[in-house]
C-alpha cells in the first residue's frame, strides 16, 4: 500500500537544501521564489542551508539532515521542496529518521531524485519527482510544469491527468545573448523546440505500472544500500505489480548509461518490469557509435518491454510530475509523438 500526502491551500513549505544551496550572487533568484510561493497563498519557512554553499554543497552532512528532519517532522510544514538540486546528496540518506517522517510531500528533481526514492523505497510514502523552487519564481509558467500544484492537491484515490509538452528547452536563458533573454520578459524557461516522444518499436504504446525512478546518475548508487531494497518495496507495498521506470540522464555518456542499466538489472531492480521512460538529455553522448538509441534498443530486447524516451523529465524542461509510487497508464501516439499520462493515487 502507498500512502499518499494531500497537499493544502496556504500550507507551510519548508525549503531546505539537503544538496546544494544557493551562492550570494544567487540568493535573488530564490527570494524571488519564495515571493512568488507566498503570493500563491502559501507560507513559506527556509532553512539556512538554502543561503550556503562550500565545496559541492549547502553544508556538512550533519547540518543537512538535521535541518531536513526538523523540517520532516514538524506538523506545520506541509511540503518539503529543495531550491534546486546538486552533487552530494548521498551524503545525508544514513542520517535521515525515516519513522518519522510526517505525510507530506517532498518535490524536486536531479539529485533530489535520490531522497525521492530512498524515501518511498523505504517508508511506503509517495514523494513527487518534478520542478524545483527556484524554477517556479516566474509569475509566467508553462502549462506542463504547473501541474505540480494540480497533482499535490488531488486526494488519495483520485486521477492525476498530464499530457506531453508543446515545445521544450534546449538551452537556458543564462545561455542566450542578452537582446534574447530579453524577449522572454520573466518567463524562466525558454522553450523552443517541438517536443517529440519515440518509441523503441515505432508504434503507438500503452504502459501500465506503479512508478519509480529519477535521475539515473544519482538513483543508481543506492544499488547495494539499505535504501535500494526494490525488492523488499515491492512486496511489502505492491505486491505482485509490475513497476514501471522513469529515469532521466543528466551527465552520463551513452555506454555509463548502458553499464548503469546493467547494473540496475543485474541487481534485480528491473523485476517485474512493464515498461521503461527515458527523458530528454542533453548529455547520451555517443562512444565509438554506440548512441544512446542503441541503449534503449538494447534494453528494451533485454527486458522484453516497451521503452518510450525523450519524454518530459529531467534537466532539459519542461517536465511531468511524475509520483513515485503511484500507479500510472500511459498512452502514447506514434503518429503524433504525443503521449497521455494517468496517474491514480491508489
Not at 36 to 43: A, I, K, T
Not at 67 to 75: A, F, G, I, V
Not at 158 to 168: F, I, L, N
Not at 329 to 339: C, D, I, N, P
Request: charged letters at 25%.
Amino acid at each position: 500500500m502507498i500512502r499518499y500526502p494531500l497537499l493544502q491551500e496556504g500550507t507551510t513549505i519548508g525549503v531546505t537544501a539537503p544538496s546544494s544551496g544557493l551562492e550570494p550572487e544567487l540568493h535573488e533568484l530564490l527570494k524571488q521564489a519564495i515571493r512568488r510561493m507566498e503570493e500563491e497563498g502559501f507560507e513559506v519557512s527556509c532553512g539556512d542551508t538554502v543561503w550556503m554553499q562550500h565545496k559541492a554543497k549547502s553544508a556538512p552532512a550533519d547540518h543537512r539532515a538535521e535541518e531536513l528532519n526538523r523540517m520532516l517532522q514538524d506538523d506545520h510544514i506541509g511540503m518539503i521542496l529543495p531550491p534546486w538540486g546538486g552533487e552530494l546528496l548521498i551524503e545525508v540518506l544514513e542520517h535521515i529518521d525515516y519513522g518519522g517522517i510526517g505525510e507530506k510531500w517532498i518535490l524536486g528533481y536531479s539529485d533530489i531524485s535520490l531522497l525521492l526514492l530512498a524515501v518511498t523505497l523505504k517508508t511506503g510514502l509517495a514523494t513527487a519527482h518534478g520542478t524545483n523552487l527556484v524554477d517556479l519564481r516566474s509569475g509566467t509558467i508553462d502549462e506542463t510544469t504547473v501541474k505540480w500544484r494540480d497533482a499535490l492537491t488531488t486526494p488519495a484515490g483520485g486521477v492525476v491527468e498530464q499530457y506531453s509538452s508543446v515545445r521544450y528547452q534546449t538551452r537556458w536563458k543564462h545561455e542566450l545573448e542578452e537582446d534574447q533573454q530579453a524577449e522572454l520578459d520573466n518567463r524562466v524557461f525558454n522553450l523552443t523546440e517541438p517536443t517529440v516522444w519515440k518509441s523503441v518499436s515505432g508504434n503507438d504504446v500503452g504502459l501500465k505500472g506503479r512508478l519509480l525512478g529519477g535521475c539515473i546518475d544519482v538513483i543508481r548508487h543506492l544499488i547495494g544500500t539499505p535504501y535500494g531494497d526494490v525488492q523488499r518495496f515491492r512486496k511489502t507495498h505492491i505486491p505482485d505489480e509490475p513497476v514501471l521506470w522513469f529515469l532521466e540522464n543528466c551527465e552520463l555518456n551513452a555506454a555509463d548509461l548502458r553499464r548503469s542499466l546493467v547494473q540496475m538489472k543485474l541487481a534485480g531492480w528491473f523485476e517485474n518490469c512493464s515498461g521503461l521512460l527515458f527523458g530528454r538529455s542533453a548529455a547520451n553522448t555517443a562512444v565509438s557509435g554506440y548512441t544512446a538509441e542503441d541503449v534503449y534498443r538494447d534494453i528494451a530486447g533485454e527486458l522484453r518491454v516497451p521503452v518510450l524516451y525523450d519524454i518530459d523529465c529531467g534537466h532539459m524542461p519542461p517536465q511531468l510530475t511524475l509520483i513515485n509510487g503511484a500507479l500510472a497508464q500511459v498512452e502514447f501516439s506514434a503518429e503524433k509523438g504525443k503521449a497521455v499520462v494517468r496517474q491514480q493515487l491508489v
